[in-house]
């Protein structure tokens, strides 16, 4: 069973304030997604990493996946009260029959105040 | 906008009772994926179909849970009978995949069900 464990999974902080949320597994993933979610709504996909060492940037969202595959970052600089929401990071399996199968982590709850 | 829908979207029963919940893919979608979130267990895959057709359902009780897909537009996730265990909110994602790639998963805004 591959397992992905996200930390914190809480993060309370001020307006402005730079953040890390970590994602980190003892598997190796075919990719890695970031997702956020609202109150009362799915979660959308941000950002989608498939190479080791890759970094995606989206804005103030810095994304990276681990050289081994096996874990992931988000970075948030300057954070602003519209960032807050519950980040997903999800795993791809490794080839096979996983057809998009993803394996969630637990979340980060993140709450920016102003 | 394509937009994954689900009805309904809150849902209170009682326990015992069946509860049908219903998901429309967005048009073109050829994936079509369960998910069940609670606050203990976090978003957890339940069963997902490809063409139509189950591809996995391991995640999903199998004494109580059925999922089906009659066509290409309507998914249901049906439980029979239902339990206070089963009290989570239901999420239904689509996405198109070709060979052992998917695309984007989009997800619809979800069915609340209280099982009291």
């Known amino acids: 069973t591959q397992l992905l464990e996200q930390s914190p999974q809480f993060l309370s902080i001020q307006e402005g304030e730079n953040l890390t949320v970590y994602c980190n597994s003892s598997?190796?993933?075919?990719?890695l997604q970031w997702y956020r979610q609202e109150p009362g709504e799915g979660p959308v996909l941000l950002v989608t990493?498939?190479?080791?060492?890759e970094v995606k940037k989206l804005k103030r969202l810095t994304f990276q996946f681990g050289d081994a595959r096996k874990d992931s970052s988000l970075h948030i600089t300057a954070a602003q009260p519209g960032d807050t929401g519950l980040y997903l990071c999800?795993?791809?399996?490794?080839?096979?029959?996983?057809?998009?199968?993803?394996?969630f982590g637990q979340g980060t709850i993140l709450t920016v105040h102003p | 906008d394509a937009r994954v829908t689900q009805t309904p979207r809150d849902k209170v029963t009682e326990m015992g009772q069946e509860v049908t919940m219903r998901c429309q893919p967005i048009?073109?979608?050829?994936?079509v994926f369960w998910y069940r979130q609670t606050m203990m267990q976090g978003l957890e895959l339940l069963a997902y179909f490809r063409n139509r057709a189950p591809l996995d359902d391991s995640g999903m009780p199998k004494d109580r849970f059925s999922a089906e897909m009659p066509d290409a537009t309507l998914a249901t996730l049906k439980i029979q009978p239902s339990e206070p265990r089963d009290s989570a909110v239901y999420f239904c994602?689509?996405?198109?995949?070709?060979?052992?790639?998917?695309?984007?998963?989009?997800f619809g805004p979800g069915t609340r069900l209280t099982v009291l």
């Open positions: 994602a689509s996405g198109f995949s070709s060979g052992e790639w998917t695309d984007t998963q989009y």
């Open positions: 990493v498939v190479t080791g060492g």
């Open positions: 048009l073109g979608h050829n994936t």
């Open positions: 598997s190796v993933f075919s990719s």
């Open positions: 999800a795993g791809g399996g490794a080839g096979g029959t996983s057809y998009g199968k993803l394996t």
